[in-house]
């Protein structure tokens, strides 16, 4: 950390740092929440392919398309649940320890 930092800079600095090594190189939240915005499109497009689509093979490959994706963007909102829980622990008990140091 630099010397130069105002106190609450250098507070967030080592909170970001610590919010990165409880992650262990994870992706945060915000990333795992985008990344489930970008399947919710994907999803919402294929739903309009099924929608217009005539012959039953191609009917069924979009369906399955679709159950994947809703997997997956099951997964990913288990993702960014998790990790938000992390991030908001870290942040609490960085709180309470800046707390009791009288800050």
Do not use: C
């Amino acid at each position: 950390m630099q010397e130069d930092l105002p106190r609450n800079e250098e507070h967030e600095i080592a909170l970001d740092e610590a919010i990165n090594e409880a992650l262990e190189g994870q992706p945060r939240a915000a990333e795992w929440y985008q990344l489930k915005r970008a399947l919710e499109k994907r999803r919402a497009m294929l739903q309009d392919d099924l929608d217009v689509a005539e012959d039953e093979p191609t009917r069924q490959k979009l369906r399955a398309a679709i159950a994947e994706t809703d997997e997956h963007i099951a997964v990913l909102g288990e993702e960014a649940e998790i990790t938000s829980f992390i991030e908001d622990t870290v942040r609490f008990s960085s709180e309470v320890h800046h707390l009791q140091q009288g800050g």
